[in-house]
T-cell receptor, first 115, second 111 residues
Framework: NAGVTQTPKFQVLKTGQSMTLQCAQD?????MYWYRQDPGMGLRLIYYSASEGTTDKGEVPNGYNVSRLNKREFSLRLESAAPSQTSVYFC??????????????FGQGTRLTVV | QKEVEQNSGPLSVPEGAIASLNCTYS??????FFWYRQYSGKSPELIMSIYSNGDKEDGRFTAQLNKASQYVSLLIRDSQPSDSATYLCAVNMFAGNQFYFGTGTSLTVIP
């Protein structure tokens, strides 16, 4: 019973490098999300996909792009990493929008350091 | 701008006491409300969800919602050291299905 799976768990990048964070869910959820979590800042929404085929910006989208590859997969891309993007990244999914009060389920997180 | 405000704490309570965590939100369109627990280095996990005014109880946890005051709280009765964690308040707008989180309240239960 995997739930939400993120890869990789840890990553160190040099400034200017690019990378893609992968996320997959096996709960048949319509909605998927990418958050970043920084000390004292809580979880901030980067991008979300309310349903397959749609993506929208959240609170802090600058420097990121996303792809909803299919219903299961939602990837986050950093085109040119900056030290300000050092953070813990969480992917989440939810059946909300179809089910009132449906919670968000989180992956285990990716710890990204940009040097 | 959707804002969710929580006292960052830290909040310390003795073992066996009641811990009270509070959250206010700014967007009246918010429809569902959640409390997540997050242990250090781990991902958030759901404790309680509520979307009707009043109280909802689940074991030692009680969530309280007052939409008129835009206020949601979490009470933890008989607090245990294992309850020591950061508690995140989240609100959800049904349309668009976005979740917005507060910055979290750090709780320490002292044995």
């Amino acid at each position: 019973n995997a739930g939400v799976t993120q890869t990789p768990k840890f990553q160190v990048l040099k400034t200017g490098q690019s990378m893609t964070l992968q996320c997959a869910q096996d709960m048949n959820h319509n909605s998927m999300y990418w958050y970043r979590q920084d000390p004292g800042m809580g979880l901030r929404l980067i991008y979300y996909s309310a349903s397959e085929g749609t993506t929208d910006k959240g609170e802090v989208p600058n420097g990121y792009n996303v792809s909803r590859l299919n219903k299961r997969e939602f990837s986050l891309r950093l085109e040119s990493a900056a030290p300000s993007q050092t953070s813990v990244y969480f992917c989440a999914s939810s059946d909300g929008g179809r089910v009132r009060g449906a919670e968000a389920f989180f992956g285990q997180g990716t710890r990204l350091t940009v040097v | 701008q959707k804002e969710v405000e929580q006292n960052s704490g830290p909040l310390s309570v003795p073992e066996g006491a009641i811990a009270s965590l509070n959250c206010t939100y700014s967007d009246r369109v918010s429809q569902s409300f959640f409390w997540y627990r997050q242990y250090s280095g781990k991902s958030p996990e759901l404790i309680m969800s509520i979307y009707s005014n009043g109280d909802k109880e689940d074991g030692r946890f009680t969530a309280q919602l007052n939409k008129a005051s835009q206020y949601v709280s979490l009470l933890i009765r008989d607090s245990q050291p294992s309850d020591s964690a950061t508690y995140l308040c989240a609100v959800n707008m049904f349309a668009g299905n976005q979740f917005y989180f507060g910055t979290g309240t750090s709780l320490t239960v002292i044995p």
